[in-house]
């Protein structure tokens, strides 16, 4: 019996003293939290009232942070890509290794497309009559901006850039500001009657007089646009818009800037003088003075199937680091609204008819019936002008196409320096590449 109580004794003595452990063992943990939590209200506190008492995070010049990942802006990533040579291959990734880091570049150039330009450019490098002295093609999503297919050569300067120099004449080119301006400060519509006298292509102080007589030829806003009629954009911008309207639109479009994408280039240059004559050589680009670069001319183009908004060109998607994190992704961007949305579906319609009855009309002849470029709306305008040497004949093609039945459209830029004898023209590219393009899906597999 006694031998029972002391057992019963024993075991309870030994719970209480488990009990008695876990107690303390509590008790210090929950007197360690407390202290925790006084400490962390007491760093809190300082940091509201002491800012600057903690270390800040590091900033970054010209730069963000996502994620932890140091992303590229784009003045880092121009001088990252500005010896790449995105014109003169097929690739669409590329590689850079710098000092600092090495890159992979994903570009957006379309390589089924790319492959095509450039082997028409191998073949042209072999002729030996109708071989072009300069040559560039620029093919951009005309919505989005991005670069699709870029090449070009420069027979002088094999190191060049074609595609972004700024020193071609734009020609007849010009006249799609002057139309814009006509069209939202004068109130012209495509059926909007003018006149002029003499040679359609010629451009005399005599054919800027406002005279009818019996000598004199009527046409059409929208007749003259297509058939690039100097004499009648002359006199729009001699007497009716004058210089301070053809120096605004000629800026809304964005003359005389240097355009700030991944590879900056300069847009072209307009400018005026106390010349009335030479307002009139300005409105129908018949001068030397007007120069454009043909990735600019493509952006000309996008603002008419853009609603009047000018798209910013863009030619890489994105670009990783050495881990595989991404640290640039290209955005969709807006450069400038250059005319009104009316204007733009107007500018559409002169447009389609520089392909069917102006001055593009023979390279385009039969795509009605043509199983592809029959499903397309296609639209451009032409430009040709001599340098002042008369030894290059600049020959122009700026242009669109789009699919009937999707959202799917291309802005087009082409311009072909003529030596001695005169080769394929422009607008002929422009409907090899339009043929090309839209004959197959967009093929997406990266090419190294």
């Known amino acids: 019996m006694k031998e029972n ?15 008695k452990t876990l107690f303390l063992k509590f008790k210090r943990i929950l007197l360690g939290l407390m202290i925790l939590l006084v400490l962390f209200c007491g760093v809190y506190f300082l940091s509201i009232k002491l800012p600057g008492t903690l270390p800040q995070k590091p900033v970054v010049q010209d730069s963000s942070e996502e994620s932890g990942t140091v992303q590229l802006s784009k003045t880092q990533l121009t001088q990252i890509i500005e010896n790449t040579k995105f014109s003169k291959t097929d690739k669409n990734i590329f590689f850079v290794n710098t000092a600092k ?14 492959e095509y330009l450039l ?53 007849s080119i010009f006249k799609i500001v002057t139309a814009t301006a006509a069209i939202e400060t004068l109130g ?18 005599r054919q800027l007089k406002d005279v009818k007589n019996k000598y004199t030829s009527k046409t059409s806003f929208s007749r003259a646009f297509a058939e690039s009629i100097n004499p009648v954009f002359g006199k729009i911008g001699k007497n009716h818009l004058g210089k301070k309207k053809l120096d605004h639109y000629a800026e809304a479009f964005g003359f005389n800037q240097v355009i700030q994408w991944e590879l900056p280039f300069s847009s072209g240059s307009f400018k005026t003088n106390s010349s009335e004559y030479h307002l009139a050589e300005l409105g129908c680009g018949f001068n030397h003075d007007t120069t454009i670069s043909p990735i600019f001319g493509a952006m000309l183009i996008s603002a008419v199937v853009n609603a009047g908004n000018l798209s910013l060109p863009s030619i890489v998607e994105n670009v990783t680091n050495s881990d595989g994190q991404i640290i640039y992704t290209n955005k969709k961007e807006t450069y400038k609204t250059a005319m009104l949305p009316k204007t733009a579906a107007t500018m559409m319609q002169m447009l389609q008819e520089t392909i069917t009855k102006g001055t593009a009309r023979k390279s385009f002849r039969g795509s009605s019936k043509d199983k592809i470029l029959s499903k397309l709306v296609i639209g451009g305008k032409t430009g040709s002008l001599y340098n002042k040497k008369h030894t290059v004949k600049y020959d ?37 590449i339009l043929k090309q393009y839209f004959k197959k899906p967009l093929d997406k597999t990266a090419k190294l």
């Open 396 to 432: 122009w093609f700026i242009g669109f196409g789009k699919r009937k039945n999707t959202n799917k459209k291309i802005a087009l830029s082409i311009v072909v320096g003529h030596g001695k004898y005169i080769g394929t023209r422009a607008s002929k590219y422009a409907q090899m």
């Open 101 to 114: 880091a090495n890159y992979t570049i994903t570009s957006s150039i379309n390589v089924f497309l790319q």
């Open 5 to 19: 109580s002391w057992r019963i004794f024993q075991s309870g003595y030994i719970l209480k003293k488990k009990k």
């Open 188 to 205: 012209y519509t495509p059926k909007t009657p003018l006149y002029f006298n003499g040679n359609k292509y010629t451009l005399y102080k």
């Open 119 to 171: 082997s028409l450019m191998d073949h042209l490098k072999t002729l030996t009559r109708g071989k072009p002295q300069r040559i560039a093609l620029v093919v951009m999503e005309a919505d989005t901006g991005k670069i699709i297919a870029m090449t070009g050569f420069d027979l002088e300067n094999p190191e060049a850039r074609p595609c972004l120099e700024s020193d071609y004449p734009a020609a």
